[in-house]
């Protein structure tokens, strides 16, 4: 299985490196500085930059698609789909496409300081190092409600978190009574299995009556599992970091309630190991919408064939169980942490983030490249 995965690793990587240095190969001198970033561990500040991701709709650093021709645009849109699923790009592009339902739905107000504010063209691309080769190399792309990361080591991928979706609205309506919802499945499956808890595991699972108004880890850098709030970068750029003590002003907690949604080195909640055979297979199905982003062959969700890692992945929610009420959800385990919520525009504003606390952004694989290369 080992070599199966190392082979998909570089497969997927060759098909990344082909389509990036395509779209570089586009560029012109105007465009190609802003497109093309420091290699990974190239240094302290262009660390700290390759890692700097949002979710909001601010600048996310690199060439935007406004700043495209239409070929190169096309280009762009090929490099992304290498580090996605089928179904997870076809996600993506929906929310893209999202930003003019927005538009409407806000009645084409929202400025933000630019030209438009909900803007399907204001969507970044950056490469980091050159593509190819056994050198480190990596690209983010995003925008509002999307982050990708992906890092590229000797020849293979070595990471594909944070990986974040949202949806806002996150269900439009469509002809014929039906309804748009991108990330349905990621919040029907989670709801599915917190009600179908018995009492006493259900209580368990109950971190707080009322949900935090964001994702807890916000777009945190660096998850140290310390058990007190998780720091968060600003969620705007530029802008301040938040203080350990005060409220948070983006989830809205503060004192006992921050402290009993922080993340912890200890996964709270009820672990899949209490589940019983139904509820297990919610929980995998649940995995999927997250870990099933990445292409095929290097998705972790062969991972949880195993009994004891399912075992070991813990759910955690807040607020209420009821459809059309705000909630949020975790889950957690070993190299796994998710974060769900819906609870803004009156609970039709969802995010979904999937990272890996040890490994974000490759950085235990890069410094052990580093550690064989550079000693």
């Known amino acids: 299985m080992g070599q199966v995965v190392a082979d998909a690793a570089r497969e997927v990587a060759d098909r990344m490196a082909e389509a990036a240095a395509g779209w570089l190969e586009s560029l012109d001198a105007q465009q190609r500085p802003v497109a093309l970033g420091a290699p990974p561990g190239a240094g302290a500040g262009a660390e700290a930059e390759r890692r700097r991701w949002f979710y ?34 076809t996600t993506v592009a ?52 999307v982050s990708l990361n992906n890092l590229v080591v000797d020849g293979r991928v070595a990471a594909t978190t944070p990986c974040f979706l949202g949806a806002n609205p996150a269900s439009s309506p469509l002809l014929g009574g039906a309804a748009l919802r991108p990330l349905a499945a990621s919040e029907d499956l989670a709801r599915e299995l917190v009600r179908s808890l018995d009492p006493e595991r259900a209580a368990r699972a109950l971190l707080l009556p009322h949900a935090p108004a964001d994702i807890v880890t916000g777009n945190s850098s660096r998850l140290d599992h310390a058990d007190r709030p998780v720091v968060r970068d600003a969620l705007w750029r530029p802008g301040p970091h938040l203080p350990h003590d005060a409220t948070d002003p983006v989830t809205e907690l503060h004192g006992d309630d921050q402290r009993a949604m922080a993340l912890t080195a200890a996964p709270k909640g009820v672990p899949g190991g209490e589940l019983d055979a139904g509820q297990r297979e919610l929980l995998r199905a649940l995995l999927t919408t997250y870990l099933d982003r990445a292409p095929e062959g290097i998705s972790p969700m062969p991972r949880y064939d195993d009994p ?49 606390p040890e490994a974000d952004f490759g950085h235990d694989v890069l410094a052990a490249h580093r550690a064989t290369h550079h000693a």
């Open 308 to 356: 004891a890692a399912l075992d070991a992945v813990h759910l955690a929610w807040a607020g209420s169980t009821a459809p059309g009420e705000p909630h949020y959800y975790r889950l957690q385990g070993p190299r796994l942490l998710v974060e769900w919520d819906n609870t803004q525009n009156a609970v039709n504003h969802a995010h979904a983030v999937w990272r890996d």
């Open 94 to 145: 929906t929310v893209l496409g999202l930003e003019n339902v927005l538009d409407r739905a806000e009645g084409f107000t929202a400025g933000f300081g630019r030209e438009r504010g909900r803007d399907p063209g204001m969507y970044y691309l950056r490469v980091f190092g050159e593509p190819g080769g056994d050198a480190p190399w990596g690209w983010r792309f995003g925008g509002h409600h």
């Open 56 to 89: 909001t709709p601010t600048d996310h650093g690199g060439l935007t698609l406004h700043q495209q021709r239409p070929a190169q645009q096309r280009l762009l849109m090929r490099l992304v789909a290498t580090g996605l699923s089928e179904a997870a790009y």
